[in-house]
């Protein structure tokens, strides 16, 4: 048994372990698609607020074999209904970044970048994402879709759970 400090214990242990550092080059606009299947005549007399369905998925992958450089993409769905059912409103967009990862001591095993790259980044990323949806269901005369916080490492456990 070992009488040593336990946090130097675990200080030492992190000093042979690269761990990753992610920076974020540029956010970007992926693509946008909005589709108002019902205009003019859904403005004509709106019939209160829309019953949303929305959909979020992220997307990571190297940009080239053997670079620090990953493209991490949040892709919004979102579809707004009337109380008849009909499509109101279908909105997609991918919102993404560009990132730059760098590990001290060497390269970083995939484990390490899985939440880096599925949870620490989207995080960043998501206010953007949500501020553009916001924008783009306002411009497309409806009130504006708002989104809460998202969870990305609660999404990540659901996500390894059906895998």
Not at 3 to 19: E, F, P, R, S
Not at 26 to 43: E, T
Not at 56 to 76: I, K, N, Y
């Amino acid at each position: 048994m070992h009488d040593g400090d336990a946090t130097a214990t675990v200080a030492g242990a992190a000093d042979g372990m690269a761990v990753p550092r992610g920076e974020i080059v540029s956010q970007y606009v992926k693509s946008v698609r909005l589709d108002v299947p019902g205009a003019p005549a859904v403005h004509v007399a709106p019939k209160g607020l829309p019953r949303l369905h929305l959909d979020l998925d992220v997307d990571a992958r190297q940009v080239a074999d053997g670079a620090p450089l990953f493209e991490v993409a949040l892709v919004l769905r979102c579809q707004g209904r009337g109380p008849d059912e009909q499509v109101l409103f279908e909105a997609e967009l991918a919102y993404a970044g560009l990132v730059s990862l760098r590990a001290a001591g060497g390269v970083a095993a995939p484990e390490m970048l899985e939440p880096l790259l599925l949870v620490e980044i989207p995080a960043l990323l998501f206010p953007g994402a949500r501020n553009l949806l916001a924008d783009l269901t306002r411009d497309a005369g409806f009130p504006p879709v708002l989104m809460q916080g998202v969870d990305f490492a609660a999404l990540q456990r659901g996500r390894r759970a059906v895998v």
